[in-house]
DNA sequence: ACATACTCTAGTTTTTAAGTAGATAAGTAC
DNA sequence: GTACTTATCTACTTAAAAACTAGAGTATGT
């Protein structure tokens, strides 16, 4: 569960959106100088973000980005799962209903296979209650803190 | 958090090895064959094992390798963790005593750190609370129930 | 028309995981 | 002691995924 560049990213973005949220629409240039994003990399997620719902975008002059879903709806579960694919501790947790995978020949796997699982649903289970707007508040907590302590 | 082959063939050794605890020493061949595993690529995932203090061998003729903690004594979470090296979710999160890490520029990261921070003990307590015995017991029990059911 | 900004296709590079080969050291039985 | 067996070590190779890039294409506002 170590949270790819593409991931950590995106929520990057995500949190600048959130921030500007209701300010209207923000261009991939100045998301990739403020967050320190390869522009052409921020595209490609941007895009994915878009497909998945999260965000909204007009193309064209005084075009760019936006949050389609509001930061206080928004869940870390949702994005993660957007940007990674499904976060399934074992290949064949994939598709939940499958009751067993021709991997767990001999059935040593089934007893891993139900530990991971427990592991899967305590991820969803954070990431699925931690919302974005959380994650922007929070944010700005610490860097009050640090900015204090300096 | 998905298992890596190196960490789901060990953890079959393991499993293999706990079934036959107490009755001496298991060669790597039998091993390999037992659980289909490439031979070579478990030779280094047991010395692993070994030096971090799970298994002990003994070379020559009648040698071969054996759990060095019982399995109700040994964790998910020291097994996969010494296969996998720390499963910090964030770069950052891998020396918890640091309270920032150069990456929290702007602190955007710090927001999404916290939530991580929970998924990582959310995950270690699991790991760390399920033990080898049991993973065993459990697979025994699916086999079970699967061989009925056929 | 033209500048602006997203969209799309198709790459390249880098990194990590997975697997292999073969030599060497070391213990045990005989 | 020597032959056999097994562990240990070094150094590859291959395969796959992550990270990043290039450039053409398309839509939009003025």
Redesign the pocket.
């Known amino acids: 569960m170590i949270l ?3 991931s950590t ?1 995106g929520l990057k973005a995500l949190i600048a959106l959130a921030r500007r949220e209701g300010e209207g ?5 100045d998301l990739a100088r403020e967050a320190r994003i ?4 921020l ?2 997620i ?2 994915a973000l ?2 998945g719902g999260i965000l909204q ?9 936006s949050l389609a879903i509001p930061a206080r709806e928004l869940t870390m579960g949702r994005i993660i799962r957007t940007l990674e694919g499904d976060y399934a501790p074992l290949a064949c947790l994939r598709d939940a209903s499958y009751p067993h995978c021709t991997e767990c020949d001999g059935m040593e796997l089934c007893g891993i296979r139900q530990v991971m699982s427990d592991v899967h649903r305590a991820i969803a289970k954070i990431l699925d209650s931690a919302l974005l707007s959380g994650v922007v508040e929070r944010s700005d907590a610490t860097k009050q803190i640090i900015d204090y302590s300096i």
């Open positions: 790819s560049k593409k990213y629409l923000v261009i991939i240039s390869p522009k052409k990399f595209e490609a941007l895009l878009k497909n975008s007009r193309i064209g002059k005084g075009g760019g980005y």
